[in-house]
């Protein structure tokens, strides 16, 4: 069992599917109580060539993911200040943040934000005990990724050393041990989950 878990409470967003929902029921597993948050945009792409990216797609992204996430933290960080309550966020970036990926410099775009907002956000944190950091996960099997076209799935595997998708349960792992007590000397950091695909 991981250490500081059992008895907190935990806000998982985008909780109705995906890593979201793996993630909340670990915490659940491990005594937490948990608030579920389905975000209805949590997890959306607007694919398309930049030649051919319109405003909205663009928009509409950068708002779902990058100002999601800077919301939602915001929200629950000046929460954790006013009632003196020390804690972890954990932020969803993605390896499409980390290496880019064709036909979606808007959610490159977004899930990098997402990183360098959480080291920042970090280092404004930390003096009032709160961590914060990003996990970074590689294809997933979820829904999302179930709509990649098999051209495209093929191409990845081929790309990642460990020659799979990952588990919504390897992901949730990682949330669980950021969460815990047993990271709370780890904060400002993004942590790859991603079969070796950006190394």
Same mark, same amino acid.
């Given at each position: 069992?991981?250490?500081?878990?059992?008895?907190?409470?935990?806000?998982?967003?985008?909780?109705?599917?995906?890593?979201?929902?793996?993630?909340?029921?670990?915490?659940?597993?491990?005594? /937490?109580?948990?608030?579920?948050?389905?975000?209805?945009?949590?997890?959306?792409?607007?694919?398309?060539?930049? *030649?051919?990216?319109?405003?909205?797609?663009?928009?509409?992204?950068?708002? /779902?993911?990058?100002?999601?996430?800077?919301?939602?933290?915001?929200? *629950?960080?000046?929460?954790?200040?006013?009632?003196?309550?020390?804690?972890?966020?954990?932020?969803?970036?993605?390896?499409?943040?980390?290496?880019? $990926?064709?036909?979606?410099? $808007? &959610?490159?775009?977004?899930?990098?934000?997402?990183?360098?907002?959480?080291?920042?956000?970090?280092?404004?944190?930390?003096?009032?005990?709160?961590? /914060?950091?990003?996990?970074?996960?590689?294809?997933?099997?979820?829904?999302?990724? $179930?709509?990649?076209?098999?051209?495209?799935?093929?191409?990845?595997?081929?790309?990642?050393?460990?020659?799979?998708?990952?588990?919504?349960?390897?992901?949730?792992?990682? &949330? /669980?041990?950021?969460?815990?007590?047993?990271?709370? &000397?780890?904060?400002?950091?993004?942590?790859?989950?991603?079969?070796? *695909?950006?190394?």
């Amino acid at each position: 069992m991981l250490s500081g878990l059992s008895g907190k409470l935990a806000l998982v967003a985008g909780a109705g599917s995906g890593i979201g929902k793996t993630v909340a029921l670990k915490l659940a597993a491990h005594d /937490c109580k948990v608030g579920l948050f389905d975000l209805n945009k949590e997890g959306i792409t607007r694919d398309a060539m930049l *030649l051919k990216m319109t405003d909205d797609q663009w928009d509409s992204i950068i708002s /779902c993911h990058l100002k999601g996430s800077f919301l939602f933290t915001q929200i *629950l960080a000046r929460q954790m200040v006013k009632a003196k309550i020390s804690g972890s966020i954990v932020n969803t970036g993605s390896i499409s943040g980390k290496i880019g $990926n064709t036909g979606q410099a $808007n &959610y490159s775009a977004a899930k990098a934000g997402i990183i360098a907002f959480s080291k920042a956000t970090a280092r404004e944190l930390a003096p009032k005990g709160i961590r /914060c950091n990003t996990v970074v996960p590689g294809f997933i099997n979820t829904p999302m990724a $179930n709509a990649i076209p098999p051209h495209i799935k093929q191409m990845v595997l081929m790309m990642t050393p460990m020659g799979r998708f990952g588990e919504t349960t390897e992901i949730a792992d990682l &949330y /669980c041990f950021l969460a815990s007590e047993s990271s709370s &000397y780890i904060t400002g950091v993004d942590i790859e989950v991603a079969g070796g *695909l950006a190394m």
